[in-house]
């Protein structure tokens, strides 16, 4: 099931109770207790667990939690979480976990920019990050590739970026299970098949004496059956790194990540990755993800590698979340029922949001970003069709849809303004 939308406008109408009462219970876990209008003023807490299976020993984990940013006199925090599955050799997957991080945050001005605005700018250093990891690699002379799938959760607002098909899936409220990637494989992915073949390149599987196919689609020559990573760059330059980009906002009813390799979706479900680790804290799920994706194989076939993370109201027990003291199996639905249960131990005399909406902020996965980036994708500068000023990345607005990142099919088409001269414009 998607993401179910929120109206903003709507929302706003939605928050206006100024009282919460909360009624204690033996065992409580409790409500937030300020005003609901400013309910995303609220820190979640942030637990997570992981698990791994190691075959070829080409799967990687990065885990950072507290990361902290500067906005002039304020400071924020905010959490990354990333999976990397490698192939044709570690030596990708071990470059990119050492090298990502910075790449990526080191293109937002921090110093310069509201919280907002570094939120706003984080979609466009999450493609400049790659983008620049990539070319870096590339010196290091190695011909092997890895996948990615980056992941920043900033208050309630969870950015990923992915490239290949290490996959990431959000659990919401009514066990609601949302994919905040895409799957760049040739096998299900038609529209990254058509540009491949549009680059002359052939797409089959392989062919064994008798004349039949077997395996997934491959190109070729290469036989790689992803369409993007970092590095392969033996394959040729049709092996783009520019990431799949989605940022969403959960409500505070919270979530719960999955962020796992394809050990585990090529053996399980999103759905019964879900399901097999509803009740359990975030440790236990993610070791109970991993043995169901085994056992369901036969045994370990590939690197196999989970993360779940679990983003939580910050004063709510998170052991009271996912080990109900009602049911040790519960569903997971018991997570975010304070928000909306009329019993005596919860929130009651208030309409508050409800947990389940999901607000889409950005997505997009589009590989003219790439040829945007100039013949050098590390320079990352363009000049202003105006007043001819070298424009930075994170300052430029395109002159068709505003933001570079805008979802508007004009969005990644020149001229470009600075945002001086556009706002003279307007």
């Known amino acids: 099931m998607g993401i179910q939308y929120v109206n903003k406008e709507k929302k706003k109408k939605r928050y206006q109770s100024d009282n919460i009462k909360v009624v204690n219970m033996a065992s409580p876990p409790t409500c937030p207790q300020e005003d609901p209008e400013n309910y995303e003023d609220i820190e979640p807490t942030i637990q997570y667990g992981k698990a791994f299976e190691i075959m070829k020993g080409e799967d990687f984990i990065f885990v950072k939690p507290k990361c902290s940013s500067m906005h002039g006199d304020q400071s ?3 959490a990354v979480f990333a999976v990397l599955d490698g192939h044709n050799g570690p030596a990708a997957a071990t470059y990119v976990r050492e090298n990502l991080f910075e790449a990526v945050f080191s293109s937002i001005p921090a110093d310069r920019l ?25 010196n290091q002379g190695q011909p092997s590739g890895t996948t990615v799938t980056f992941v920043v959760i900033h208050g309630w607002t969870v950015t990923v970026a992915s490239v290949g098909d290490t996959r990431c899936i959000l659990v919401s409220e009514g066990n609601e299970v949302s994919t905040l990637t895409v799957d760049h494989r040739f096998e299900n992915n038609e529209e ?23 395996g997934p689609l491959r190109c070729w020559p290469g036989g790689l059956c992803l369409s993007r990573s970092i590095g392969d760059f033996d394959v040729g330059d049709f092996i783009l790194p520019i990431p799949h980009v989605k940022q969403i906002k959960l409500s505070t009813a919270g979530g719960r990540l999955i962020i796992a390799s394809d050990g585990v979706w090529d053996a399980i479900t999103c759905e019964k990755a879900a399901k097999c680790c509803r009740g359990l804290s975030s440790e236990d ?39 109900p003291t009602s049911d040790r199996r519960g569903n997971l639905n018991s997570c975010f029922s304070w928000w909306k249960s009329k019993s005596s131990s919860t929130v009651v005399d208030t309409v508050l949001p409800s947990p389940g909406m999901v607000e889409e902020l950005f997505e997009d996965d589009s590989a003219r970003r790439l040829e945007l980036l100039s013949s050098d994708p590390s320079s990352n500068y363009f000049i202003c069709a105006y007043c001819e000023t070298t424009i930075s990345l994170n300052d430029l607005i ?15 088409e ?13």
């Open 76 to 78: 924020s925090t905010y």
């Open 192 to 214: 990254e098949r058509n540009r491949v073949i549009s680059k002359g390149i052939e797409i089959g599987r392989i062919k064994i004496p008798d004349g039949s196919e077997v």
């Open 285 to 323: 799920a993610a070791r109970t993800i991993v043995r169901a994706s085994v056992k369901k194989r036969g045994g370990i076939r590939d690197d196999t590698t989970c993360l779940v993370v679990d983003v939580m109201p910050s004063d709510y027990s998170l052991q009271s979340m996912f080990w």
């Open 114 to 138: 509201s919280q907002d605005e570094w939120l706003a700018a984080l979609p466009m250093a999450l493609v400049t990050g790659f983008v620049k990891t990539n070319e870096n690699f590339r």
């Open 414 to 426: 020149g001229p470009f303004y600075c945002r001086s001269c556009k706002q003279q414009e307007d």
């Open 398 to 412: 395109t002159v068709h849809a505003g933001s570079f990142f805008s979802t508007s099919n004009q969005a990644s």
